[in-house]
């Protein structure tokens, strides 16, 4: 169990509050407070717009989670995120979106 913990943080933002990540998004945050934030935006925001996700997709995302609502990022292959929205649509979720990101962001991003 204590495996799966491993690369996930807790996270205080300010703005936002305590955001529990885990996975590549971690770094991705990491690297954003480290580096110049995006004008406007959280250094979630941040590291969201640094792989590719358009800034008007982020500003929902931040004021989901400013409503105490949750954000799901899954990270994969092309087969996991057609998987994607058959899983979701098992769930109440409000509602999800699907972003790709090209080889030379993904490269960018690494």
Known sequence: MWGLLLGSAL?????LG????????VA???????????????AL????FSVGIRKDS?????IAL?????????????ADAAKAPDIILTTNADGFETH???????AAAS
Do not use: M, N
């Open 11 to 15: 996270i205080a933002i300010q703005g």
């Open 18 to 25: 305590f955001i529990a990540a885990a996975g590549p998004i």
């Open 28 to 42: 991705w945050i990491v690297t954003a407070l480290e580096g110049a934030v995006v004008g406007g935006l959280s």
């Open 45 to 48: 925001g941040a590291a969201l």
């Open 58 to 62: 982020i500003i929902r995302y931040e």
């Open 66 to 78: 400013k409503a105490d609502k949750f954000v799901l990022v899954a990270h994969g292959t092309a």
């Open 100 to 106: 790709t990101v090209s080889a030379k962001q993904q």
